[in-house]
């Protein structure tokens, strides 16, 4: 039931908020301690109601309005109680003693006294409309509603039509781009299992131990392939796997499931393997789309052909979406004005064209399986436009700010709105985008067409507001803007906007450059959670004052701005946890007063690059803001030996981005005593840059051993004259490292070799390395990048048996010359890429370039995983050594080593 997300949504956050606040603050609510009480038991009844009724499988309009109301009631209570907390508070968060002291309290207890009257009649009116809904509830029967559905829903599920039954019986004919597959599967195809008439006697009636035992009996001695559509849970899997006994006949079972987990778990055997589909290629896509629409892919009009591409880009290469469309286009004239109504209207026409009914149903079907909490946290995407690439990070935050996430078993709310993200990747309602060799997106991104349905969910029910999107209509919208998502305004949503009631929206995300100044000002936003104005390249006309008013504010992006500095109403933003300035170049110092941001987790600022950026500096006071987890990007030298100290105190520190330019004696033997006490907190990351050659010798003595260290970057011109002595086999943790050494030697890859957890390795060295490097068997167990490399030379490398048995996609510079130009590539098992650059210019000569060449494919070409082999500065026949080639390979070296 759609619109049971979204009032967890409102309810979950706020019994969570009423019951700390009970147990904190009670002693200090006294006459509005009972009402609050009162108010949560009878909001904790209402979400028990919601959750029942999110049970009917087709609510009527009676259950989805009286949800909607509580939903209302929800967001309101939450607001006024957020405010009574912040009234109940001084503003200042500051510490102060003796008289000044005695003075704020009394003067605060003055100003309570009103907040107390003030809440406790605001809770009265609330109290008021909990009746109202609890009445109309009882007048609605719902409860005998959802005792009628208990009953009937059994019957329902078995005798309702899954809409995707159709595709299994579609003629081979009909479908396209599956040449390949129908190749391997119809290798494995075997005739229908025998059976006798008095074996399946009284079938009616078995129940689940009988259908496991009698299949087993039926199969065992039979060699059979068995097709189990649509798998979605691993619970099913255990059960149904039961069913198919083991033999010695190679018979086979072939799973499918929207759902990765799913998949994994069907893959526990060693001949098991697990195949990913894909979308359709353009050809295939445009072939399905013109033959369902004109009946031959040749048949498209010409005058249509450019909006059927536009058409097709929104369906993603996704079968049943260019299916659903193309038959909705089928029964349209063929003119391009119906085609580009249809093109602009796909979004509404899901929820009102019954020829769109399948595609939604099977859309539907995966977003109906989410618990309440997923359905959540998926419908805040459609806050994000179409094709936009979301960052887990920068996602995972929002979410908490908006109060979905909780701490739960012992995990940290960080870590719970991971899971999350990872769960709907998992079960295919998000697309992956930008895999590590962890095997973790960094990012996602949501299909057209599941983006179209969410956004209608959440107008529906009223959780997100996009304006800019074909959604216009402002005025006669029904309850109050919660989400507003500005992904374009004119003059005419301007004024729609100033018409509005703004003070209970929650979260505004503004991506439009245009008529920014024009838009309300951010005192209408009292209740504002959420602030992302990243990308917005006009922001600095817009007047930011009184952002200081948006005391509930946790999330502030500026990211990407051309703001040319930070709004002073910032330092008063006591609740703010996240603050986003990067890329925003022009800004170059924070606020001293920032430190008073105790409640402040995430300091991002301007990312580092060499044609500027990486200028602020660390503001005196930064140990007090005990809960930093991540500072991005900071100059040491500018900043105090002071601030520079205090970094050490920073316990809760994860990510620790620096600047080092030309730095002094003092700086550095600070700097050196701040990571050594944060080597023994929880610090997982360092990344250090400086756009010159400031030894970093010091490093070598740092102290204890950082063990939960993840993350070692140097993006430096300096180079180590030694690993340093911390750099060793017990750093268990340590997956990616970047390092720039004076030499490398086998000893050097020995100890890296030795590192358990190491899955990428970049390695840049000085000096030529003439002889030649061998990385020994069971070196780099788990590693699955490697880049050794010196600018503008080359080292030889090679690769004994049993070294780098993960090894995926290594970028090896190589001479290749020495022993028959041997790599020993071969003993790389699970090789499917590799990219060998020749830079042996002034060391070998043409002949022996191409010899190198030659022998490097071969090895490549008798591989078993036949890996995509690339070769830079391979010679052409006839093509001779010269200076201008050795330059330009210099040249491109260069970059790339800025660009890594």
């Not at 200090?28 to 009480?37: F, Q, S, T």
């Not at 990067?582 to 990312?607: G, H």
């Not at 997956?735 to 050097?748: C, F, G, R």
């Not at 510079?813 to 790389?828: C, D, P, Q, R, T």
Request: hydrophobic letters at 35%.
């Amino acid at each position: 039931m759609e619109v049971e997300s979204a009032s967890h949504g409102a309810l979950g956050p706020l019994l969570g908020k009423l019951t700390a606040l009970l147990a904190d603050e009670c002693g200090r609510l006294k006459g509005v301690c009972r009402e609050i009480r009162s108010l949560k038991s009878e909001l904790t009844s209402m979400q028990a109601a919601v959750q029942k009724y999110s049970t009917l499988q087709d609510p009527d309009v009676q259950a989805k309005a009286w949800i909607s109301l509580v939903r209302e009631l929800a967001y309101d209570t939450e607001d006024v109680i957020d405010k009574f907390i912040h009234q109940l508070g001084d503003g200042s968060h500051q510490s102060q003693s003796g008289f000044k002291e005695f003075f704020r309290k009394t003067i605060r207890g003055l100003k309570t006294l009103g907040s107390r009257r003030g809440i406790a009649s605001q809770i009265g009116d609330l109290k008021v409309r909990v009746k109202e809904v609890k009445e109309l509830k009882n007048s609605y029967k719902l409860d005998d509603t959802a005792r009628i559905t208990d009953t009937a829903r059994s019957t329902y599920e078995h005798s309702t039509v899954d809409p995707r039954l159709s595709a299994l019986f579609v003629e081979e004919t009909h479908l396209v781009g599956i040449d390949a597959e129908c190749k391997e599967i119809m290798k494995d195809v075997i005739s229908q299992v025998p059976c006798e008439k008095d074996f399946i006697e009284d079938i009616d009636i078995w129940d689940e131990k009988k259908f496991i035992g009698k299949l087993r009996e039926l199969l065992q001695d039979k060699r059979y392939l068995i097709v189990i559509d649509d798998i979605w849970s691993t619970e099913a899997w255990d059960t149904i796997k039961c069913a198919f006994p083991e033999n010695k006949f190679s018979s086979r079972i072939i799973a499918t499931t929207l759902i990765v987990d799913v998949a994994r778990s069907c893959c526990l055997g060693g001949n098991d393997r697990m195949y990913e589909m894909e979308a359709l290629s353009d050809v295939h896509s445009k072939k399905l789309f013109f033959k369902r629409t004109f009946g031959s892919k040749d048949s498209c009009p010409e005058g249509l052909k450019r909006v059927s591409n536009e058409i097709l880009k929104k369906c993603g290469g996704l079968p049943l979406a260019i299916i659903s469309i193309s038959s909705l286009l089928a029964n349209k004239p063929s003119l391009k004005d119906e085609w580009e109504k249809a093109r602009r209207s796909i979004g509404s026409v899901l929820d009102k064209n019954r020829s769109l009914e399948g595609m939604n149903s099977i859309l539907c079907l995966s977003y109906n399986d989410l618990p309440p909490n997923l359905k959540t946290c998926l419908l805040y995407l459609s806050i994000f436009p179409e094709d936009y690439v979301i960052e887990r990070e920068t996602l995972v935050r929002r979410w908490i700010a908006e109060g979905f996430i909780s701490e739960e078993r012992g995990l940290s709310k960080q870590e719970v709105a991971e899971n999350h993200f990872y769960e709907l990747i998992n079960k295919s309602m998000v697309q992956p985008v930008d895999v590590g060799y962890d095997g973790k997106a960094r990012a996602c991104q949501v299909h057209n067409m599941l983006l179209e349905l969410i956004i209608s969910k959440s107008i529906e029910d009223n959780f997100i507001s996009v304006v800019g999107h074909g959604q216009t209509d402002l005025v006669n919208r029904e309850g109050s803007i919660r989400r507003l998502s500005v992904q374009h305004i004119d003059k005419e949503l301007v004024s729609a906007l100033e018409n509005q009631d703004l003070i209970h929206v929650r979260s505004l995300r503004v991506i439009t450059s245009s008529c920014i100044k024009h838009l309300p000002s951010l005192v209408k936003f009292e209740t504002l959670r959420v602030l992302d104005f990243e990308g917005c390249q006009g922001l600095e006309e817009y007047d930011m004052n009184g952002i200081d008013k948006l005391f509930q504010l946790k999330y502030l992006s500026l990211r990407g701005t051309n703001v040319s500095g930070i709004p002073p109403g910032i330092v008063r933003l006591y609740n703010l946890e996240t603050l986003d300035l990067r890329d925003s170049y022009y800004i170059e110092e924070l606020p001293s007063r920032i430190v008073q941001l105790t409640k402040l987790q995430y300091l991002l600022v301007t990312r580092f690059h060499f044609l500027g950026g990486g200028h602020i500096k660390i503001p005196d006071g930064i140990g007090n803001m005990s809960n930093l987890r991540i500072i991005t990007v900071i100059n040491i030298t500018k900043s105090s030996l002071g601030a520079v100290a205090e970094l050490g105190n920073l316990t809760s520190l994860n990510e620790l981005h620096l600047q080092l330019d030309f730095m002094d004696k003092r700086h550095e033997e600070m700097l050196l005593f701040s990571l050594c006490k944060l080597g023994s907190y929880k610090l997982q990351s360092l990344w250090i840059v400086s756009p010159d050659s400031t030894p970093l010798q010091f490093l070598d003595s740092w102290s204890p051993l950082p063990s939960s260290l993840q993350r070692f970057r140097m993006n430096t011109y300096y180079y180590l004259p030694k690993i340093p002595k911390w750099i060793t086999p017990a750093l268990a943790s340590l997956a990616y490292l970047d390092i720039n050494l004076v030499k490398v030697t086998e000893e050097d890859l020995g100890v890296l070799g030795e590192i358990p957890a190491l899955i990428s390795l970049l390695l840049i060295f000085k000096t030529d390395q003439e002889e030649r490097l061998t990385i020994r068997g069971h070196g780099f167990p788990c590693l699955k990048e490697l880049y050794i490399h010196r600018n503008s030379r080359a080292t030889n490398l090679l690769f004994e048996e049993g070294a780098l048995p993960k090894l995926d996609l290594p970028f090896v510079v190589s001479w290749a010359k020495s022993n028959g130009f041997y790599l020993g590539i071969s003993h790389l098992p699970c090789l499917r890429h590799a990219t060998i650059t020749l830079l042996a210019y002034g060391c070998a000569s043409s002949s022996e370039n191409r010899a190198a060449a030659a022998a490097i494919r071969n090895e490549a070409n008798a591989h078993s995983n036949d890996p995509k082999l690339i070769i830079l500065g391979e010679m052409e026949e006839g093509e001779e050594d010269s200076d201008t080639n050795e330059e330009e390979f210099e040249k491109e070296n260069d970059t790339n080593e800025e660009e890594s």
